[in-house]
Structure formats: C-alpha cells, structure tokens
C-alpha cells in the first residue's frame, strides 16, 4: 500500500538547522510530485513548495524562500526538507504530500512536529 | 495570490442536520479541493475536482461550485464528521482556505 513516513520529532535551537524525510513507498517515486506543508499549532495549512520527483528541481512558495530547501535521495525514495536559521516561527508540524492529478493531494505523511525553543 | 475565505468558520450540527461549508475565491478558479483533519491527525483527502468523493468518503458528502464560489455539504450529519474543513486551489500558486471547524451540538 502506498505510504508517506517521514522522521521523527525535533526540537532546536534558534538559529540551528533540521532535516526532516520523507520516505515514499508503494509507488514508483519519480511519477508523482513531493509538496510539503506547514501547520503552525492550532493554525490552518500552509503550502510551502513542492519538488519534481523526477528531475529534482524544487520550487517554493514566496513565504518559504531563502532558509528552506527542498532535496531528494530517489535512489532511497525520499524526500528531504531542510530548514536552516531556524526562529521561533518555523515551530511547527511539517507534512510532505503526494500530488495526483491537477493538484489533489491524495496522500500524506504521518506530520513531523518541530519546535524551535531556547 | 488567490486567497480563500471559508465560512463559517466553526459550526455546530446535530445528528442528521444537512450541513453546508462555503469557499469563496478572490479570482476564479476551475477546481477545487476539500479535506478533512482530525485533531493531532494528517489532512485526510476528501473531495477532487470539485465534486469527486476520495476512496472511502461516505456519500452523504458532496461537493459544488464554480468560478470564485464552492460549497461542501453533509446531507445528514453524524458525530464521526465533527473535524476541520480545508479547501485548496492551484491557479497560479496554491493555496489553501483557513479551515472550517465543524462541531456536534
């Protein structure tokens, strides 16, 4: 069956970088396009970019330019989103999802919470 | 940008009342999606295409609408559909609504 696994919980420091994946499985990887999403606590979602599966080029919604980036392990079928100097308002829970179609995502990932704290 | 204004923004129904959730565009848009998210769960694909139920989604839902205004509607709702409604276009960036929040009374 088709699955999204990402990592697991993080908390950091302002200022540090994480990396969180994105593990795909039950299809073939590069056929479809990898988003993430942001969900802030008790906020709404957030679309964040996305990532050609097949030729690895990302693009990213103007809010998420610049500390965030977008990588792939296709040999591994992952998906990686890295952020960098992390603050206060990058905490977070952080989903990948899979496009089907124009621009349904019709699988997700379990959500990966990360907290940025002093 | 298009933004999307959803209302209401929380609701309270009774078992078997009808329950409809607007979606308004700022520019017109040719689909929209909804989804549906539980407390402490990932967003649950819902309805594709404006109008298309995802596997699984029990037919008392259904989805309408076009250009700048789309609608979900519960036919007659039951305690397990309290949750949070999302929907999302793709025009020239995605974006998604801020969500209506759907209680039992």
């Known amino acids: 069956q088709i699955q999204l696994v990402q990592s697991g919980p993080e908390l950091k420091k302002p200022g540090e970088s994480v990396k969180i994946s994105c593990k795909a499985s039950?299809?073939?990887?590069?056929?479809?396009?990898m988003h993430w999403v942001k969900q802030a606590p008790g906020k709404g979602l957030k679309w964040m970019g996305w990532?050609?599966?097949?030729?690895?080029?990302?693009t990213y919604a103007d809010d998420f330019k610049g500390r965030f980036v977008f990588s792939l392990e296709a040999s591994a079928s992952t998906a990686n989103l890295q952020i960098s100097n992390l603050k206060n308002e990058d905490t977070a829970t952080y989903f990948c999802a899979r496009v089907r179609g124009r621009s349904f995502f019709d699988y997700w990932g379990q959500g990966v919470m990360v907290t940025v704290s002093s | 940008e298009i933004v999307l204004t959803q209302s209401p923004t929380t609701i309270a129904a009774s078992p078997g009342e009808k329950v409809t959730i607007t979606c308004r565009a700022s520019s017109s848009v040719s689909y929209m999606y909804w989804y549906q998210q539980k407390p402490g769960a990932s967003p649950k694909p819902w309805i594709y295409?404006?109008?298309k139920l995802a596997s699984g989604v029990p037919n008392r839902f259904s989805g309408s609408g076009s250009g700048t205004s789309y609608s979900l509607t519960i036919n007659t709702m039951e305690t397990e559909d309290a949750a949070t409604y999302y929907c999302?276009?793709?025009?020239?960036?995605?974006?998604f609504g801020s969500g209506t929040k759907l209680e039992i009374k």
């Open positions: 295409d404006t109008s």
């Open positions: 999302q276009q793709w025009s020239s960036t995605l974006t």
């Open positions: 990532i050609n599966t097949y030729t690895g080029k990302p």
């Open positions: 039950g299809y073939t990887f590069t056929d479809y396009a």
